[in-house]
C-alpha cells in the first residue's frame, strides 16, 4: 500500500524523499517534537477528502 492509499494526498507530497514541498511539513512536526507536542504525518492526512468537494466540520470526526 502506497502512501497516497494510506494516509491521504497531503502524506504523499511530504514522502517525496526528493526534499520538495514535503520536506517543510517534515522539518515542521520534528521542530514541533523537539518542543514536546505529540503530532505525527498522521494528523495532516485527510483519506476521506474528495477533490473538488468542500471538507466540512463533520468530516473531521470520521478520519
Do not use: E
Amino acid at each position: 500500500m502506497n502512501a497516497m492509499t494510506r494516509r491521504g494526498f497531503l502524506a504523499a507530497a511530504a514522502c517525496d524523499g526528493g526534499g520538495g514541498a514535503g520536506a517543510g511539513l517534515w522539518l515542521s512536526i520534528a521542530a514541533a517534537k523537539s518542543k514536546g507536542a505529540q503530532v505525527s504525518l498522521d494528523d495532516y492526512a485527510f483519506p476521506n477528502w474528495k477533490p473538488r468537494a468542500d471538507y466540512l466540520k463533520p468530516m473531521y470526526a470520521k478520519r
